[in-house]
């Protein structure tokens, strides 16, 4: 069981060294806080259309944390790695609306749902379309700012 629980976080680990990679690379192009933001949409979908056998299944980590127990530390693992990217949301939308962080924190929490719910549809229909057009849609949404 020891051995299965860490090929589990190994796996966790990986995942999301892999997606940070994919958005190092995004951001190190993006030239102001609103391609940073959505240089963090960017990089689910590079991720979504990389050469998956069966096609994109959704969120590795979400998929993994579905299959483990209430409680189980790879859980954390994977909500660290939602609450990272949140924060990375956050933290690009402070730098845009400077001296209104409330406003920032809320709109990093709808993108990130946004995001998440587009990676959910993007699964079940095994591609990147919903990631590209929720992306089309936070780019409205900064524009409004």
Request: hydrophobic residues 45%; proline residues 3%.
């Amino acid at each position: 069981m020891a051995a299965a629980i860490y090929l589990v976080h190994a796996y966790l680990e990986a995942r999301h060294a892999e997606w940070l990679a994919l958005y190092r690379r995004r951001l190190e192009r993006a030239a102001d806080p609103r391609e940073r933001v959505l240089a963090v949409f960017d990089a689910y979908a590079d991720h979504a259309t990389l050469a998956y056998e069966h096609g994109f299944r959704g969120c590795g980590l979400l998929n993994a944390a579905a299959e483990l127990p209430s409680g189980e530390p790879g859980r954390a693992v994977v909500r660290g790695h939602k609450e990272e990217v949140e924060g990375l949301l956050a933290g690009h939308l402070e730098d845009l609306l400077r001296g209104h962080p409330d406003q920032a924190r809320a709109m990093a929490e709808h993108l990130s749902f946004l995001l998440e719910g587009a990676v959910a549809r993007a699964g079940l229909e095994g591609g990147h379309a919903r990631l590209r057009h929720a992306r089309e849609i936070a780019s409205g949404l900064l524009e409004a700012l």
